[in-house]
Every structure is written in structure tokens, then in C-alpha cells.
């Protein structure tokens, strides 16, 4: 089955830089890929997602970007506010139509 | 429209107790499904239901079972409570159960302590 990873585990940024959190999928089958965010005491909600016949989407201060042929997808968020820290949880669905999420990143803001 | 609703929101249990977590959702969505969340172990999806009347297993299914009968609701049940099962549960359901761009939306959790 598909296996997704991403990195790096824990993220610190000042408020107003950029984060970046990329993850890996092992699937060449998969053909969407969607990114959760999940506020303590939350359950995820989707923020921003891509298919695979599109290399980047934007949505405000937040974009996606994909890379097929290395199996990789970031999500970039520009001027990080307080209110961006959270756990953000990437997936992808792969050729079975099963959503394989990756372990979560946790991201700090430090105002 | 209340989107995902799971209920208790916290629960102990004593080691070999059963009980069932209540999910219900009032988007007439196909596709119903129960995950854990540990942690470092991401999400991990146990049981799931693309319709009334049908459902399969997932990655993690040992100890619980599901059941659809209505569109609306699909319970989780665990059946010998085990501390193994200490997690945060999270139920979640899509509008199609195939196909890209096929959001997923999650209940707010119940969290589970098994003594």
C-alpha cells in the first residue's frame, strides 16, 4: 500500500516567515493529495488540496506544490501568523482509493 | 448543519469493559469511516462503510467492530476494552467513497482511556 512520510516533525518559524513541510509517497498510482490541518483538541480539517494533473494551487498565504516524478508535495504557508500553529497532516490517495496520511508535522509560530 | 458528530467526547474505561462510540453525520454521505490517532503513529483508519449496509476493514480493525445500518450513523464498538486502545478516535465521512478531491470530514474526537 501507499506510504506517505513527511518531514520535518516538529517546525519552528518567527511569525511572518515562510514555512515549508514537504512529504514522500511511495504510490505512483496516487492522484490526489490533500493537507489537514489540526488545531489541539480539533480534528483535522482540510485546507488546501491537489491533484495530480496540477503541478501548484494557491489559496491565499497557503500553496501546494507537487512533483510527480519525484513523489514529493509540499505545502508552503507565507507570512505565518500565530493562529497557523498546529499539526498538518499530509495525504495521498493512492491507486486502491485509500487515503494514506502521513504522521503529522507540528508547527510553532513564535510570535 | 451540524457536519460530524461523535459522542463521548472522553471516556475511561476499565480493561475488558465494552462500549460503543456514536458517530452520526447529516450530509448524506456515502462514505462513513473511524480512525486512531496515537501518537508519532499519524492517523490510522480502522473500519469503514461506503453505504448503508456495507463495511470493510481497515488498516488497524483488530478489537473493534462497525456496523451502517442508516446512511447517518456508524458506531464503533469495542468489544473487550484493552489498554492498546487508549487513543484519540476520530470519525469521518466524504460525500463519494472514489474519486480525487473527495473531501473528508473529521468529528471533533473522543478521547478513550483504557485502565
Known amino acids: 500500500g501507499e506510504n506517505v512520510e513527511q518531514h520535518p516533525s516538529t517546525l519552528s518559524v518567527q511569525e511572518g516567515d515562510s514555512a515549508v513541510i514537504k512529504c514522500t509517497y511511495s504510490?505512483?498510482?496516487?492522484?490526489?493529495f490533500p493537507w489537514y490541518k489540526q488545531e489541539l483538541g480539533k480534528g483535522p480539517q482540510l485546507i488546501i488540496d491537489?491533484?495530480?494533473?496540477?503541478g501548484e494551487k494557491k489559496d491565499q498565504r497557503i500553496a501546494v506544490t507537487l512533483n510527480k516524478t519525484a513523489k514529493h508535495f509540499s505545502l508552503h504557508i507565507t507570512e505565518t501568523q500565530p493562529e497557523d500553529s498546529a499539526v498538518y497532516f499530509c495525504a495521498a490517495l493512492d491507486g486502491n482509493n485509500r487515503l494514506a496520511f502521513g504522521k503529522g508535522n507540528q508547527v510553532v509560530v513564535i510570535p | 448543519n451540524a457536519g460530524v458528530t461523535q459522542t463521548p467526547k472522553f471516556q475511561v474505561l476499565k480493561t475488558g469493559q465494552s462500549m460503543t462510540l456514536q458517530c452520526a453525520q447529516d450530509?448524506?454521505?456515502?462514505?462513513m469511516s473511524w480512525y486512531r490517532q496515537d501518537p508519532g503513529m499519524g492517523l490510522r483508519l480502522i473500519h469503514y462503510?461506503?453505504?448503508?449496509?456495507?463495511?470493510d476493514q481497515g488498516e488497524v480493525p483488530n478489537g473493534y467492530n462497525v456496523s451502517r445500518s442508516t446512511t447517518e450513523d456508524f458506531p464503533l464498538r469495542l468489544l473487550s476494552a484493552a489498554p492498546s486502545q487508549t487513543s484519540v478516535y476520530f470519525c469521518?465521512?466524504?460525500?463519494?467513497?472514489?474519486?480525487?478531491?473527495?473531501?473528508?470530514?473529521f468529528g471533533e474526537g473522543s478521547w478513550l482511556t483504557v485502565v
Open positions: 462503510s461506503v453505504g448503508a449496509g456495507i463495511t
Open positions: 450530509m448524506n454521505h456515502e462514505y
Open positions: 469521518a465521512s466524504s460525500y463519494r467513497y472514489r474519486g480525487a478531491g473527495n473531501t473528508i470530514y
Open positions: 491537489i491533484r495530480s494533473n496540477v
Open positions: 504510490d505512483s498510482a496516487s492522484n490526489y
